[in-house]
């Protein structure tokens, strides 16, 4: 297999490269892209060192696949380069996640649609990847009307800055220093910010949109209904979710249990799990089970995954490993 | 006026000092009481300093309120002494919260409850007391049906002991060394814990059920249904909350922004609240007021509070203000 990474000494494309070393892929050739900043830069992966090149419309020739670490704007503009090619772009903006010809994929959910592609497949949102690995079990036993999510979102979902940025400020309040936030809106250290993304006229954030629209696209519901609200936590790389979930039919909460014990890619916990113990882990790890106070159709529950892992450089790599049949 | 503090050394307590000269109440004695370990400690307060007592059956002779700062087995043992002295205990512990001739009081919203007190008026939870003053100026226009609520609790909810944990682990983080919860059941430090007291046979933690037990309470709506996680963050001592009301009408969010602009002791903000910009402040803040989108009548909203004050020290003394019509 020939794989290219783009943006790949950002913070998701260098758990890429890990993630393919730890899977064992047998990898013919790794190309390395980023930035003029990274240019010539060694990257260990294997027993060899890669150079950092600068990806131009001719840089794919030969890839079976790409996968995209990088903004909308740098996605969208190596897109056409990437389908000519005729490699897959496995893609981790958001740039095409809602495009009809673009499925967008949580192999453990609905990986057949993966074959559809057309040279593009998307991969989803961090919190709604982590947020649908939970509630898939649930939705493998009746219809999901509603989720209502509330996101406590690691400052890895900003990248290596963001998470510098957490750093610094804890420095610097620990030295009274003044704190200057450049990454997030407002200071993250010992803080809470409810405003991730930019807010739309109907009140959501982008973010928040995220979950609707990727949610009812991924779980093939259009008429999914989702409130989200997306928090920023001083956490450094996983994501935590409570979500309240109303399905069609009234659950037992064994019945639940025993297909998320079946389920690829999650587990099940009566211990409640935090973000710091699923850091660092593909799995998602779910806890705090229990049914709805308020509607006998509802279930509750917390989910805990790794934003840069599952949330992002490792669902990619999972579907590669759907369509190789790894 | 004469009042004694139990529990004066403790977070709530400092801060009901704290609190009670901001105010410039006319006192004319204030008696303070703690533990054997802080005895003849001496405490300032406006001009003089005031050494801590430990109580006894006698020690509430002469006052006309004792605030309460100390755990359920203190506040239990003492309640009988105080009640006698004809003093009123506006307790903070939860030990007489839902008894039926004890009013629970926040008041903004039922204060004209107090008066019906027999010797005791107990003060709210923490988390109960920020969410129910942003959904306050809701329930002014309809009926509130039910709530969601996931809160972002500060580490000043188990008290100096919990801010000194914090503190304690993070340097302990950078310094390389191991970290041994003792205040929290899992380290606090750069996680999110979604469990905060005990688990009950519904699943629901007992902090989460005093939202549904007390809201249901203060908001007189013994129908209210309430779906609440409680999690704790890194943050030092103000609580957040992500809430989703549903009313009985539907409302408009202009109408809801004009209430909230009238009610006091709320403040709304068209940038978003966080907890680091509310500390100190006995007022809470509202933000993100949306309309859900899985039903018409539900509205969205984030609030912050002091923890320490409004979520305890300053509603307590909010609670004599109204009594005393000062």
Redesign the interface.
């Known amino acids: 297999m020939k794989i290219g990474i783009l943006g790949s000494t950002g913070a998701v494309g260098r758990q890429m490269i890990e993630c393919l070393e730890e899977e064992g892929f047998d990898i013919e050739e790794l190309r390395l892209f980023a930035s003029n900043r990274s240019l010539g830069k060694k990257i260990p992966f294997k027993d060899k060192e890669i150079s950092v090149e600068v990806a131009n419309e001719n840089s794919f020739e030969g890839l079976d696949y790409v996968l995209g670490a990088v903004s909308n704007s740098l996605a969208s503009s190596y897109k056409d380069a990437i389908v000519k090619a005729g490699a897959i772009f496995v893609d981790n903006s958001s740039a095409f996640r809602l495009d009809e010809d673009v499925p967008l994929i949580i192999p453990e959910i609905n990986g057949e649609e993966a074959f559809k592609h057309k040279g593009v497949i998307a991969n989803p949102n961090c919190s709604t990847i982590i947020s649908l690995m939970a509630i898939a079990p649930i939705a493998k036993l009746t219809k999901i009307n509603?989720i209502?999510a509330?996101t406590?979102q690691a400052v890895s979902g900003a990248g290596v800055e963001g998470m510098k940025e957490l750093n610094e400020e804890?420095e610097a309040i620990k030295n009274g220093e003044k704190v200057e936030p450049k990454t997030f809106?407002?200071?993250i250290a010992?803080?809470?910010?409810?405003?991730i993304g930019t807010i739309g006229s109907?009140?959501?954030t982008s973010e928040e949109m995220k979950m609707?629209n990727e949610g009812s696209k991924i779980l093939g519901l259009p008429d999914l209904?989702?409130?989200c609200?997306c928090?920023r936590?001083?956490?450094?790389r996983s994501h935590?979710i409570?979500l309240?979930v109303?399905t069609e039919d009234e659950l037992a909460?064994e019945d639940i249990k025993k297909e998320m014990n079946k389920f690829p890619g999650i587990e099940y916990k009566e211990e409640?799990p935090?973000?710091?113990?699923v850091a660092n882990q593909n799995n998602v790890y779910v806890?705090?089970?229990?049914?709805?106070?308020?509607d006998k159709n509802?279930i509750?529950l917390?989910c805990c995954g790794d934003q840069i892992r599952k949330g992002a450089a490792s669902n990619a790599i999972d579907i590669i490993k759907y369509i190789e049949k790894i």
């Open positions: 509603s209502v509330t406590f804890i809106i407002k200071q010992y803080n809470a910010i409810a405003e109907n009140g959501y609707q209904k989702v409130n609200t928090v936590v001083p956490v450094h935590s409570s309240l109303n909460l409640v935090t973000p710091i113990e806890g705090r089970l229990r049914k709805d106070l308020i509802g509750s917390w």
